[in-house]
């Protein structure tokens, strides 16, 4: 039995490469089929905040193994993080909608453009990450290409993996 219970595939006495490859493809697997099915629906501010917080987790972790992989990861590190920039962005206008709300200040001619603003952006970003993951991110073959990275974990230097 694995003593991290998140990662129940993980071994102890195997390298952190050895573990990454066992581990991280699953992960990344999870993230695609979770944005999937998200993305096949009409997703709103929470559903899509519950997938920045998948793709928060997923790239944490991807970062601690960077060294495992070589100059290929920062690609996809950023491709994660323009995901997250998306959804943060709608995040950020449908929190400050809420707080506005909250407080009652949504009355008078400036709160109203404000909230207009605020829809606008969270409208604007959300079509923007849905366009990315659906054209881009999660074009025909782009999953398999990161599981199959992810089970490579060679291009990088394993003398320092995991040594940070």
């Known amino acids: 039995m694995s003593q991290f219970p998140n990662f129940p595939d993980w071994i102890g006495t195997d390298s952190p490469a050895s573990n990454a490859r066992r581990v991280l493809p699953r992960l990344v697997a999870e993230f695609f089929a979770m944005g999937r099915q998200m993305c096949a629906s009409d997703p709103g501010p929470a559903e899509l905040h519950r997938l920045r917080l998948e793709g928060k987790r997923l790239r944490y972790c991807l970062e601690l193994f960077r060294e495992c992989y070589g100059p290929g990861m920062r690609k996809r590190l950023r491709r994660l ?48 990450f849905l366009a990315f993951w659906r054209t881009s991110f999660d074009a025909p073959g782009e999953e398999r290409s990161w599981v199959e990275f992810l089970r490579g974990a060679t291009g990088g230097n394993s003398a320092k993996c995991f040594m940070r």
């Open 81 to 128: 993080r323009r995901i997250q920039r998306s959804l943060g962005a709608v995040s950020d206008c449908d929190a400050t909608e809420g707080l506005l709300r909250s407080h009652h200040l949504t009355d008078g001619a400036d709160a109203e453009r404000l909230l207009a603003y605020l829809q606008a952006g969270r409208i604007e970003n959300r079509e923007a």
